[in-house]
């Protein structure tokens, strides 16, 4: 089996590892080992397909013009409607 070292772990992340294997009582080996393989989908009976990204080559396509009416179009749905929130009893 190989080993890893990984680096630039800091006191925040050292922490909340600790904590969570703690919780999980596991050690933090073995919570990063299973957090390792849950993420790249090796986990029994995962699913192995991989991660799709189609609508990748979308991201940050739209020039600055077409921000600003996609902005104007939706305003709308920024505005609350305060008779929607009030409570039958106000």
């Given at each position: 089996m190989a080993a890893i070292s990984v680096r630039g772990v800091d006191d925040q992340l050292d922490a909340a590892l600790k904590d969570e294997a703690r919780r999980r009582g596991l050690s933090v080996n073995r919570l990063v080992l299973d957090l390792l393989r849950q993420e790249l989908g090796?986990?029994?009976?995962?699913?192995?397909?991989?991660?799709?990204?189609?609508l990748d080559h979308l991201a940050g396509s739209w020039a600055d013009a077409e921000v600003a009416e996609f902005e104007r179009n939706t305003a709308e749905f920024e505005q609350i409607d305060e008779a929607l929130w009030r409570t039958s009893g106000s």
């Open positions: 090796l986990s029994p009976g995962r699913d192995r397909r991989p991660k799709r990204h189609d």
